[in-house]
DNA sequence: ATGTTATATCATTATATAATGATATATTAA
DNA sequence: TTAATATATCATTATATAATGATATAACAT
């Protein structure tokens, strides 16, 4: 039997997998929480994250490759600013759903949650 | 100046990634998919989606640690269901998302995306 | 009890990727 | 032109993690 037909379209799922993963590291979710309050230059991201700015740009550059920021120049300065609202709509939405599962992602035992675990033992 | 104070609560973005993790990888995001359809057990799940019976074991460990999938044994069968509706909401307002920033991602030059590089050149 | 099936866990390996420091590019001003 | 500032890229390192094969556990049947 063929179980190929039954998968949702593979292609589809990696490309899926890879919009999340946009959001799937506190660093870059850090820039698009800070992004949903308007445009900033890099220089500003840099300031309010803390993050170095080499790791600010890689960031940037994997979420405008990605469409989710877009960039534009101002002399010296590039600004970016989320490129879709929709953004905002699905941080709400798994707002949502955290209040409730919040404690199972937080206790969650795989991943760099290892490291969280270190400072309580 | 302090600009700690302007941080979107840390805890909360890692939190919050983490959510996104679960999403983040194509496995899960294909098991997670054909849960969509309702509660499978994980012989199916292996079945389905061609995936290896450690590794499906693993991503749906993950995906329950995270409380995104709820477990319920049956005999020597163990099913798992999606454990909250918003989890769907948030996957139709990606897709609806992506219909727009699709190409973006897709030729995202970052990550995984290299992998697929290698046949187009 | 033994055997079979279903699932989970463990140890290992290979890969992906986040972060860093150094350097390059671009823009403006003097 | 040179200097200063803003941002991007490159090369490297360290870590995270996906996948695998082997093994363990659990449930049921005989």
Redesign the pocket.
Known sequence: MDTEQLLPDEQAIRIKAKLF?GF?????LMLIEVLRNGKK??????EITG????????????L?DCDLVK?E????????RLSDMRITTILQKSEQLLSEVAKGVYDCT??????ELENNE
């Open positions: 993963r799937a590291d506190p660093s870059r230059s890099v220089g500003e991201l840099v993050l170095s700015q080499p790791n600010v740009s890689n960031h940037l550059r994997c405008a960039k120049r101002d002399g010296r300065y590039i600004y970016y795989r991943y760099e949650s290892a490291k």
